[in-house]
Structure formats: C-alpha cells, structure tokens
C-alpha cells in the first residue's frame, strides 16, 4: 500500500493544479528451480486427515516455489447491479505444521465494514489510510457470511462456526471465525473444506468494493490464517493492518456481466460467453498468497511483454479512458522498476503483472496484490510530478516484499511497508534522481529521502517500528513510522555498513527468504551477517526502542588568545601582511536526545583548513578546542549526510557570518515544504 501522506499530496497538488487551470492459455506458471520441497505425499491418513495426491494442489501448475499449504478453487459469481458475490470455495490445506489440527481459523475481512466492527471503531478513533467516518452510511456496508461449510469426512459443520476477537475482545468484531473439528487432521495430511458463501461489497474501502460501475475484489473470500510458531496466526482486521497467508494455488473462476473487463492475480485460463449475457473467466496462479481482481466496463487495456530474467512476462496495464494517454508513462515505469528489482534483489519468477489504474476518487489506489498492483494518477499529471511512477514503483516493489517476502504484516508491518520504502528510495533516485525523484516541477522539487524522512520526523517519539501494526498511537504514527522511519533507519545504515553492504544484504535476504515467512530477526540478522558487524546497539535503538535522534552543534566560538591586551597596545598587522593573530577556538556538539550514535563534524577555519572529529555521542555533549592562527568559521555534524534520522536538520551546522541570504531562502524553502505537508494532511482529515 502507499501512505496516504503520499496520495494527499497527490490530491493536493490535483485539487490545486485544478483550482489554477479552471482560472485560466496458460500454463504459464513460474520457471524457478524449487526452492523448496512441495507437498510429500502422506503415507497414511489417521484421524480426520485426507490422502490426497501431491496433484490436486495445482493441477496446471508448475515445480513448486513455494511450499504450496493452501489450495484454493473458487467459483465465483458477481452481481454487478446489487454488488453481491456468491461463490463456493473448496479450500485444501495441508496440515505441515507438525502436529494434529482440531480448530482452523478464517478470515472474513468484509465483515470490517460494519459500524460495531474493530476496524470502524479504530478508523473512527483515529482516522484511518482513506476512510473518515462521521455518520454511518449504508453504502459502506460489507459482510461476508459462510452460508455452509462442509468438511470431507466429517459432514456439514456450519454450525461449529464461532466468531472470534483475539485482538481486542470485540464482540460485535466479526472478522475472524473459528471453525471446531470433529476429530483432529493428523500431520502430514490434508483437509477439504467446501464453503459457500454470500457476499455484500461495500463501496470502496481500504482498497476493497466498488465505486460506479468499477469493482476491486480485495479480501473478498473466506482465507485460513497462518499456523506460525506452533499456534495460529489469524489476527482481527484492524484500521491500520494488511495481510498475512499462507502460499498455495490458485484456481477461481469469475462469473461476470459480459460487457465487463476483467483483470486478475495469476494467468488467465480460459473466458467463455454464458447464455444468461454473463461471461465465465478463469485465472490459475501459483506460489502466491492472495487473489485479487477487478472488472469495469471501461478499462482501456495495452498488452506488453517484458524479458525477464526466467523468461517472458505478460504486462497488462488496465487504464481509465481519461488517463489513457499516461499508459506508456505506466509501462515505462514498470519496466523501469522491473529492471532494477531483477538487478539487485533477484528474479521476478511470475508470468503475468498487471497493473490497474482504478477508478478515481475510489479508495482502491496505491494497493499491492500477487502479480496485481493498483496504481494512481489524475487526468492532470506533468512529467515532473512523479505520482505515477512513485505509486507504481511502490505496489511493484511489493511483489518482492510481501509478494514473494511474505512477512506479517498485522505484526511486523515495517518489514513490508518499510523494507519497500526503503527500496523505493533506492530504485527512484536510480531512474528520476536523488534530489527529484518525487517532484521536479515549476521550480519545486522533491526527493524520496527527504519525504522519507519528513513522514517520519513527525512522529518521531510516537512509537516503534517493531510493534504490532494495530498497536500504533494514531494511523498517522503507523505511516510515517513503518514507512518513513524504516526507510530513513535503513538509509542510515548504509553510512554504518556501507552502501554496497547494504545492498547485498538486501539480495541476500530477499534470495534467502523468499517464499518464506521470516521473522524481523532474520532481517536484522541477515544484515549482520553480510556486513560481518554486530549492530544491536543501532537496532535496539532503531527497531525496537523509539528514542530520537538530534544532535546541533550548540556553540561555535573563536576568540584571540590575548583578548586581554588592550587594544591600542595591539600591533595592527601591516595591509597584506598575515594576520599572526593566534585564536581560541571552540566547538561544542550537544545530543539533545536519547538516541546515540556516532557522529562525525567538519570544522572550517577561515584559513580553508578542514579538520574531521569524531564523536561517540554517548555522553550529552562534547567540545573541541584549537588554538589556530585562524578562526572557525563552520561546523557541520554529519557532513557527508548519511544520517537520515536527525529529526531536525537544521541545527547540524552553524556558520559564523552567515550570509543572511541563502539561510532566508532556506527557511523559506522549509516552511513552504512544512506548510504544504500539513495543509495536504488537513486535506485529507476533511
Ligand atoms: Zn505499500
């Protein structure tokens, strides 16, 4: 997903730039060799378990990448008029946990869209990404009921369903369902779950439901959490969490009214035309962990391929007519992003990417799903407004962390949202440069790092980023910590370890764990390990702790040794002659706050020496005196600027004499950014 920060901006500068002019067949499935092994086949099958061939998980599928648990195959049918979907799941999971299951939670995210639901009450409290609730309106109803559930083996056992509130006890939360088994599914075998269930989408939320006639089916089928650590993990939605599955197969056929077009996760199979005016599409994906899709009478569609590294893949950019002429400006970007993600992190292995330009003013833009991503634009967009290209570079570079990366995120949302920040600063100073990566226009620009950094400072004492995603003091501490705050940490790090470290870091966890679900200490230490560092005195602070980081240079003084003789007894030196004045000279560093870290200072004399010190920080402050035929005419803490995470830059350095000018401009330049940051945010409360 993408900050709302990010889309406010974007609204803004829409809203503005409007307000200015109005005055004026298949089978492709991935390639990889499998890093893991697929599903064994069970010897036996005692108690409540199934035999069921190593096959029925894929039928068309390919050498596994992934260690295939869920097998998915949905029949589903959308009525376009009324936004209802009714459909039948038969769900296989195989029990690899280890252990005899007698209980298996579901998620039923649709039904967050109910005023009593937790992800109301905490949007309500708190705002959430896109939606502010002041009275309740009936279109923004969503529920999702399981009308039967059979077991295979053990009948019809709709009636063991329970809700539950693992989270925070809400009772009237029905988000998660507990399904009780009659006899318990023994390990190493399978289970066949046979669902129906009705569906009520509401209009646009959190990146789900429709608006006019456009639909994203997002968190739109009954999904089993994830058995993690020796207990289910099967969290509430919450206003501020995403998502968390395990990887499978996945076969759904959507049943839709025949004038629409439909995009999808996965590779589409096969699209007959029904009597009844309906059309039946079908889509198989392997190796992912969702599916999503979307239909809209009105998407204009290109087809591209693009060589990957295992081979061809299929681009499909599905646009709003009115921003058709921004679609190469999409695939430009895609291919662009494509190319430094298969560079330095590793291969993409999937067959299709498709990326959806949703309808306007929908909530469903900026959103990342299996080889789906949605972007997000506007009919007015000039080149040198990177919107575009930053929300199709994010949602892309999900595809790596989530997509294939799969961590929790309702636990650890810094490791998804964050590790992508963090790459997207990467990736987009690489292609649109450091300084204008995100703004290049009418004199104004912008760069990644420095909106990074300007998300976080603000809420900078609010929270960690090691926490639950639920847990966070406000929506807009969980955005400008998760994203803005991992990404200025991890920047940060590449002054401690190194750039190039860092960057092998990276590839090493993502070929490490991809396909996986690791934990935030495979993260850390994976870039332990690479950079052969103990770094627990960065990450205790940086991850797990929220102490701040600012450090000033709080006194600059140069003073001659003799300041005691009287003036007049002083000798004048002769015009041209050089001043053999000697001065005392002082620098003082502070650490305003709790946040240690070493620091390196510039100080100039005015006679063009430079000298470097280095400052441990672990004290409150530090002072550096010279006795110099030369005065100090500058500090600078951080010269070389890798700290990104000095939430106030401005008192870094300090300049004797400072020409008036350029420190006017500068602050200009700061309240213009500040001011312009905060009027998109109250924007975007209105
Ligand atoms: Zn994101």
Same mark, same amino acid.
């Given at each position: 997903?993408? /900050?709302?920060?990010?889309?406010?901006?974007?609204?803004?500068?829409?809203?503005?730039?409007?307000?200015?002019?109005?005055?004026?067949?298949? /089978?492709?499935?991935?390639?990889?060799?499998?890093?893991?092994?697929?599903?064994?086949?069970?010897?036996?099958?005692?108690? #409540? #378990?199934?035999?069921?061939?190593?096959?029925?998980?894929?039928?068309?599928?390919?050498?596994?990448?992934?260690?295939?648990?869920?097998?998915?195959?949905?029949?589903?049918? %959308?009525?376009?008029?009324?936004?209802?979907?009714?459909?039948?799941?038969?769900?296989?999971?195989?029990?690899?946990?280890?252990?005899?299951?007698?209980?298996?939670?579901?998620?039923?995210?649709?039904?967050?869209?109910?005023?009593?639901?937790?992800?109301?009450?905490?949007?309500?409290?708190?705002?959430?990404?896109?939606?502010?609730?002041?009275?309740?309106?009936?279109?923004?109803? #969503?529920?999702?009921?399981?009308?039967?559930?059979?077991?295979?083996?053990?009948? !019809?056992?709709?009636?063991?369903?329970?809700?539950?509130?693992?989270?925070?006890?809400?009772?009237?939360?029905?988000?998660?369902? !507990?399904?009780?088994?009659?006899?318990?599914?023994?390990?190493?075998?399978?289970?066949?779950?046979?669902?129906?269930?009705?569906?009520?989408?509401?209009?646009?939320?959190?990146?789900?439901?429709?608006?006019?006639?456009?639909?994203?089916?997002?968190?739109?089928?009954p999904k089993v959490g994830v058995f993690w650590h020796g207990a289910w993990n099967c969290h509430q939605y919450h206003a501020t969490t995403e998502f968390f599955?395990?990887?499978?197969?996945?076969?759904?056929?959507?049943?839709?009214?025949?004038?629409?077009?439909?995009?999808?996760?996965?590779?589409?199979?096969?699209?007959?035309?029904?009597?009844?005016?309906?059309?039946?599409?079908?889509?198989?994906?392997?190796?992912?962990?969702?599916?999503?899709?979307?239909?809209?009478?009105?998407?204009?569609?290109?087809?591209?391929?693009?060589?990957?590294?295992?081979?061809?893949?299929?681009?499909?950019?599905?646009?709003?007519?009115?921003?058709?002429?921004?679609?190469?400006?999409?695939?430009?970007?895609?291919?662009?992003?494509?190319?430094?993600?298969?560079?330095?992190?590793?291969?993409?292995?999937?067959?299709?990417?498709?990326?959806?330009?949703?309808?306007?003013?929908?909530?469903?833009?900026?959103?990342?799903?299996?080889?789906?991503? /949605?972007?997000?634009?506007?009919?007015? *967009?000039?080149?040198?407004?990177?919107?575009?290209?930053?929300?199709?570079?994010?949602?892309?570079?999900?595809?790596?962390?989530?997509? *294939?990366?799969?961590?929790?995120?309702?636990?650890?949302?810094?490791?998804?949202?964050?590790?992508?920040?963090?790459?997207?600063? =990467?990736?987009?100073?690489?292609?649109?440069? =450091?300084?204008?990566?995100?703004?290049?226009?009418?004199?104004?620009?912008?760069?990644?790092?420095?909106?990074?950094?300007?998300?976080?400072?603000?809420?900078?004492?609010?929270?960690?980023?090691?926490?639950?995603?639920?847990?966070?003091?406000?929506?807009?501490?969980? #955005?400008?910590?998760?994203?803005?705050?991992?990404?200025?940490?991890?920047? /940060?790090?590449?002054?401690?370890?190194?750039? !190039?470290?860092?960057?092998?870091?990276?590839?090493? %966890?993502?070929?490490?764990?991809?396909?996986?679900?690791?934990?935030?200490?495979?993260?850390?230490?994976?870039?332990?390990?690479?950079?052969?560092?103990?770094?627990?005195?960065?990450?205790?602070?940086?991850?797990?702790?929220?102490?701040?980081?600012? %450090?000033?240079?709080?006194?600059?003084?140069?003073?001659?040794?003799?300041?005691?003789?009287?003036?007049?007894?002083?000798?004048?030196?002769?015009?041209?002659?050089?001043?053999?004045?000697?001065?005392?000279?002082?620098?003082?560093?502070?650490?305003?706050?709790?946040?240690?870290?070493?620091?390196?200072?510039?100080?100039?004399?005015?006679?063009?020496?430079?000298?470097?010190?280095?400052?441990?920080?672990?004290?409150?402050?530090?002072?550096?005196?010279?006795?110099?035929?030369?005065?100090?005419?500058?500090?600078?803490?951080?010269?070389?600027?890798?700290?990104?995470?000095?939430?106030?830059?401005?008192?870094?350095?300090?300049?004797?004499?400072?020409?008036?000018?350029?420190?006017? =401009?500068?602050?200009?330049?700061?309240?213009?950014?500040?001011?312009?940051?905060?009027?998109?945010?109250?924007?975007?409360?209105?």
């Amino acid at each position: 997903m993408t /900050t709302r920060r990010k889309i406010a901006l974007l609204a803004l500068f829409v809203l503005g730039v409007t307000a200015f002019v109005t005055r004026k067949t298949v /089978t492709a499935a991935p390639q990889a060799a499998a890093p893991a092994k697929a599903a064994e086949a069970p010897n036996s099958a005692p108690s #409540g #378990g199934l035999s069921i061939p190593d096959t029925t998980l894929g039928v068309n599928s390919s050498t596994p990448m992934s260690q295939r648990i869920v097998h998915y195959e949905i029949d589903a049918r %959308y009525d376009a008029t009324n936004h209802t979907i009714d459909a039948n799941e038969v769900l296989t999971y195989h029990n690899l946990t280890g252990q005899p299951l007698d209980h298996f939670p579901f998620h039923l995210y649709q039904n967050a869209f109910q005023p009593n639901a937790t992800w109301v009450r905490e949007a309500k409290r708190d705002g959430s990404r896109d939606t502010a609730y002041d009275h309740w309106d009936p279109k923004e109803y #969503g529920s999702e009921e399981i009308t039967s559930l059979e077991v295979v083996g053990q009948g !019809d056992l709709t009636k063991n369903l329970q809700y539950i509130s693992p989270d925070d006890g809400n009772k009237d939360d029905k988000t998660v369902a !507990d399904l009780k088994l009659s006899k318990p599914i023994a390990p190493n075998t399978f289970v066949q779950f046979k669902i129906a269930f009705h569906e009520q989408m509401p209009e646009t939320q959190a990146r789900s439901g429709w608006k006019r006639d456009f639909l994203l089916g997002g968190q739109w089928f009954p999904k089993v959490g994830v058995f993690w650590h020796g207990a289910w993990n099967c969290h509430q939605y919450h206003a501020t969490t995403e998502f968390f599955a395990d990887f499978g197969v996945y076969d759904v056929k959507l049943t839709v009214p025949q004038n629409e077009v439909v995009g999808a996760s996965g590779v589409e199979v096969s699209d007959v035309n029904n009597p009844d005016g309906t059309k039946t599409v079908t889509y198989h994906g392997d190796d992912i962990h969702d599916f999503a899709w979307t239909v809209s009478p009105r998407y204009k569609v290109k087809e591209a391929t693009y060589q990957s590294q295992m081979g061809p893949i299929k681009l499909r950019f599905m646009m709003q007519p009115a921003h058709w002429d921004q679609v190469d400006r999409h695939e430009k970007i895609t291919r662009e992003t494509l190319d430094h993600f298969e560079k330095w992190y590793g291969p993409y292995p999937y067959k299709t990417l498709t990326v959806v330009d949703p309808e306007p003013d929908s909530a469903a833009e900026g959103m990342e799903y299996p080889t789906f991503i /949605t972007g997000g634009t506007s009919w007015f *967009m000039p080149e040198g407004l990177r919107f575009p290209e930053v929300v199709v570079e994010h949602e892309f570079g999900h595809q790596y962390w989530y997509g *294939m990366v799969a961590t929790n995120e309702f636990e650890d949302a810094w490791m998804d949202e964050g590790i992508n920040s963090y790459t997207e600063v =990467k990736v987009l100073d690489d292609i649109l440069g =450091k300084n204008t990566s995100m703004i290049n226009w009418a004199g104004m620009t912008l760069g990644e790092p420095a909106e990074q950094r300007l998300s976080y400072a603000s809420v900078a004492d609010r929270d960690a980023m090691a926490q639950n995603a639920y847990d966070y003091y406000s929506s807009n501490s969980y #955005g400008g910590i998760t994203y803005g705050k991992t990404a200025s940490v991890l920047l /940060t790090l590449e002054g401690i370890i190194g750039e !190039d470290i860092m960057a092998k870091a990276m590839h090493t %966890y993502f070929m490490k764990y991809r396909f996986t679900h690791p934990t935030k200490e495979d993260f850390l230490k994976t870039i332990e390990e690479v950079s052969g560092k103990d770094l627990r005195w960065y990450f205790n602070q940086a991850v797990y702790g929220s102490p701040v980081l600012d %450090y000033e240079v709080s006194q600059v003084d140069s003073d001659p040794v003799n300041w005691y003789v009287d003036k007049k007894d002083k000798k004048e030196p002769k015009k041209g002659a050089k001043d053999d004045t000697v001065y005392q000279s002082y620098v003082a560093l502070r650490r305003k706050t709790d946040f240690v870290m070493p620091v390196e200072v510039e100080i100039k004399f005015d006679n063009g020496e430079k000298i470097r010190e280095h400052w441990d920080g672990q004290s409150r402050w530090t002072r550096f005196s010279y006795q110099k035929k030369a005065k100090v005419v500058s500090a600078e803490i951080d010269p070389d600027h890798t700290i990104q995470l000095d939430r106030n830059n401005f008192n870094n350095s300090f300049v004797v004499d400072a020409n008036p000018k350029p420190t006017y =401009k500068l602050s200009t330049y700061w309240l213009f950014i500040t001011q312009w940051v905060s009027q998109a945010m109250a924007w975007w409360a209105v």
